[in-house]
Structure formats: C-alpha cells, structure tokens
C-alpha cells in the first residue's frame, strides 16, 4: 500500500507538472522507510518476536507479492462460509476458484461453538 501512494503521488506530480506533489510521494517514501518503517518494526518485533523475524526474512521490502506468505508449518486460515445461505455459499465458492493457498473454506454451519452470526440478519448460523 506504501508503495502504491509513493507510485500515485510521483506519477500524479509529473502528469499535473508540480514538483511538490512529486517531492510528496519522495518524503512519503522518506518517511515510510525511516522513522515509520523503524518504529512499525520495532513494535512488531516486540509484539511477535519470532513469527515476526520468520516474516521479515520470507518478505522483502517494497516488493510487491502475487500470492500472499505464510509459514509452512503452520495451518492454513479457515474462512467460514453458511452454506445455507444462497449469497454467503456464492462467495465462498469464489474464493475456491481462485485456488486459495493456505485457507480451508469450512462450511458455517460445522463450527459448533454458535458463535458465528449471520450478517444480515444478526441470526446465528
């Protein structure tokens, strides 16, 4: 997302032929990769400490990603998906056609717990 708005405003600068939009999308990227990016760094590492270090040597920085990362060894996500729901089953079938790495799509209605709560209606599932 950093990346984008450092993209947009340098690009919107040269289009509009104003250096100060440009120079904003530079101290955008200034301020991202010192102080803000030292700062978010720090706070995560304290935070997550060795799932944060597995992280940051899988992911670069300001590199783009087409597939999202994820530890091996830990499961996948589960996005639980009503079945019984006409709507809630169509998105659930979206995401599976997309070929989802690491996220099982798991039927609502086999939780158990009746935590889970149905959107539109404050129902539970």
Not at 38 to 45: A, T
Not at 62 to 83: I, T
Request: glycine share 12%.
């Amino acid at each position: 997302m950093q990346l984008s708005a450092v993209v947009v405003l340098f690009l919107l600068g040269l289009i509009l032929q104003h250096v100060w939009v440009s120079a904003a999308g530079v101290m955008a990227h200034i301020c991202s990769v010192g102080l803000a990016g030292w700062d978010e760094d720090e706070d995560l590492r304290r935070r997550f400490r060795e799932d944060w270090l597995a992280y940051r040597r899988g992911v670069r920085r300001w590199v783009p990603r087409f597939r999202p990362w994820h530890q091996p060894a830990r499961p996948p996500a589960r996005l639980f998906v009503a079945e019984s729901c006409g709507m809630c089953g169509e998105v659930g079938r979206w995401f599976g056609r997309r070929g989802p790495r690491q996220l099982a799509i798991v039927p609502a209605e086999t939780h158990g717990s009746g935590a889970l709560t149905d959107l539109r209606h404050g129902n539970g599932v």
